[in-house]
């Protein structure tokens, strides 16, 4: 009899958000059995237990702080492990040989102004030069984080293997008009809506959308208000800035369960989706799923990830931007169309779907 796999998983980071959603979705929709596979768990057992987990997976505490230098150590049962799983580059270095490192994007790379701590960027260089020449593998979620990977830092493109982020169908499913007016009453949103969804740093380019709007209210282009959320009750100078100076156009919403983003994407008008930078892009899917129609930035791995799906626009490209926001405005039919395509896109982005490229990630 084979003996089995003991696969280990850093799930520190279950309730971080785009990590934590991809996190909670590889253990919920997990492609391997118990009798394949010893599963091991790594993080705050007690938040883990809240989560659906794979049966028989063995749970360690372990609360090492994400940049800390107690995680660069580990946990000392992944010392009997045949594949350490960290879904983020925040590894441990004793067992960086035997370990399958996630990389999302380079982000904090690219974009200095967000990142500008000396120390961060030095780390950040430190550890992308260890995990190049000593992980056991490197994973990315597109292909576009996959070629930054190998333009930016040199890494061998056949180290890199793509698993794709997904989209829970059940979740963003089709909800009641009852249940959307409701929410709309909860929230005291209007029948008509832009959305935005995204923290403000600078790669998310909210500011580009503000200067645009702002533009097109005062020039009575269109009167259609504009819904963020996202910002986890944090919000900037900026953002207060343009809430204040057009407080009948500007709603910011507070942090919102991620059991209602299909309620929220369903009782808008259209997704606005205006990053300069993307590793994968789940506002854009789950809109998509949720029967939203998306305007998107034509940047890094959003083309990749919605295809024909979307509308697009230059984001650095105020007319363009303007001419395809009214344009959709303006054009109800093109908006119904987009959702169709959008629904019939996400559905090929179900978990259980995409996650089986982790059986060859494994080599099982």
Known sequence: MAKKLKIGFDARMI???????????????WPFSSTDIELHLFGDVQILKNYSLPHNCILHSYRAKVYSIR???????????????VPHFNVALPFLRKTIVTVHDLIPFHFKEAHSSLFKRVYLQVIFFLIKNFSKQIQTVSEFTKNDLVSTFFFSPERIQTVYNGISLDLFSA???????????????????????????????????????EELWLSQKTKIPIVIAGTNG???????????????????LPRIPYSDLSTLYQSATLLVYPSLWEGFGFPGLEAQASGLPVLASNRSALPEVLKSSAAYFDPENSENFQKELLSLLGNEKKRRDLAISGKKNAKDWAWSRVLQDYRSLYNI
């Not at 309730?15 to 590889?26: A, D, P, Y």
């Not at 008009?177 to 790669?203: C, M, S, W």
């Not at 944090?234 to 910011?252: G, H, M, T, Y």
């Open 15 to 29: 309730e971080h958000s785009g990590i934590g959603v991809r996190i909670q979705h590889i253990l919920e929709f």
């Open 175 to 213: 909800k009641s008009d009852a249940l959307i007016q409701n929410f709309r009453k909860q929230y005291n949103l209007p029948e008509t809506f832009l959305l935005l969804v995204g923290i403000d740093k600078p790669h998310k380019n909210l500011p580009f959308v503000f200067l645009n709007l």
């Open 234 to 252: 944090k919000i900037s100078p900026s953002l207060q800035k343009f809430r204040e100076s057009f407080p009948d156009f500007v709603i910011i």
């Open 71 to 85: 995680e660069l150590f580990g946990h000392w049962k992944m010392i009997d492990l045949d594949i350490l799983d």
